[in-house]
């Protein structure tokens, strides 16, 4: 059986990992309280679960109480409901501080419960010039044929109490040398899921996103325009996805 022991502050990690691989993890696993998630075999297995999004893994504990873990290259699909959102170590009068919390923070607090699916596509981990891919995790954001994927991480800020963040603007120096306090950020990377299964990376969203669809990309920017919608916001970006979409069907059906 699997054993876990605690991570940073509650998130847990497979005690099977080695030492030198846990020692380089820069990112939080994210943790759901349900799953579904299909196998390449064909099994299906639920319960609550760990994604390391950094290592491309799933730890999912099944009814039984055992522990799997499962890697991307095991994965046909899965997805996931209840994020589990654990609290930031801030000073008692900045603890559930909107103006505090990061914005993709506070935008994940809309998704908590709704399921969110994740596919598996072969990924060269943004290295232009590499001659190989691994399986790795996406998750998907709107129908398709063209799908609009990310990959999150939680990341984890330190803060002195003198930090101009928490002071307003301006540190005391008499109390550099105070407790440190902690938050967690969200790093977000965009990508496009192409019918081939092939992904192509969204660096720049909208430059990148036009790039994609030329033929459409001034419907696009006067849609965008039309409905104030933001390239840098997830939720925004896969409705211009869709749009482009249903452009191209559109042309499609035409000809």
């Known amino acids: 059986m699997n054993r876990l022991v605690p991570f940073l502050g509650g998130i847990v990690v497979s005690a099977l990992l080695?030492?030198?691989?846990?020692?380089?993890?820069?990112?939080?696993?994210?943790?759901?309280?349900?799953?579904?998630?299909?196998?390449?075999?064909?099994?299906?297995?639920?319960?609550?679960?760990?994604?390391?999004?950094?290592?491309?893994?799933?730890?999912?504990?099944?009814?039984?109480?055992?522990?799997?873990?499962?890697?991307?290259?095991?994965?046909?699909?899965?997805?996931?409901?209840?994020?589990?959102?654990?609290?930031?170590?801030?000073?008692?009068?900045?603890?559930?501080?909107?103006?505090?919390?990061?914005?993709?923070?506070?935008?994940?607090?809309?998704e908590l419960q709704r399921a969110r699916p994740f596919l598996v596509y072969p990924w060269n981990h943004d290295r232009d010039q590499a001659p190989a891919t691994a399986p790795a995790f996406f998750e998907r954001l709107n129908g398709g044929p063209v799908i609009l994927l990310r990959r999150q991480q939680l990341v984890r800020r330190s803060l002195s109490w003198s930090d101009a963040a928490l002071m307003g603007g301006g540190g005391y120096a008499t109390q550099a040398a105070g407790p440190m306090y902690y938050y967690t950020d969200v790093r977000e990377l965009m990508y496009l899921g192409t019918p081939q299964g092939t992904i192509v990376a969204l660096r720049r969203p909208k430059r990148d996103l036009l790039a994609y669809f030329p033929r459409e990309a001034e419907q696009l920017e006067e849609y965008a325009r039309l409905h104030n919608l933001d390239y840098g916001n997830s939720g925004h970006l896969a409705r211009l996805v869709d749009y482009a979409n249903s452009l191209q069907q559109a042309t499609a059906s035409a000809q």
Do not use: C
């Open 18 to 110: 080695p030492q030198a691989a846990q020692a380089q993890l820069s990112s939080i696993p994210q943790q759901f309280t349900s799953s579904t998630v299909v196998l390449t075999n064909g099994d299906t297995l639920r319960g609550s679960l760990v994604l390391h999004t950094e290592l491309d893994l799933l730890l999912i504990t099944m009814a039984d109480h055992t522990v799997r873990t499962v890697p991307a290259l095991a994965v046909r699909t899965f997805a996931v409901r209840g994020e589990i959102m654990h609290f930031d170590q801030l000073p008692p009068q900045y603890r559930g501080s909107l103006a505090f919390t990061p914005v993709r923070k506070r935008l994940r607090r809309y």
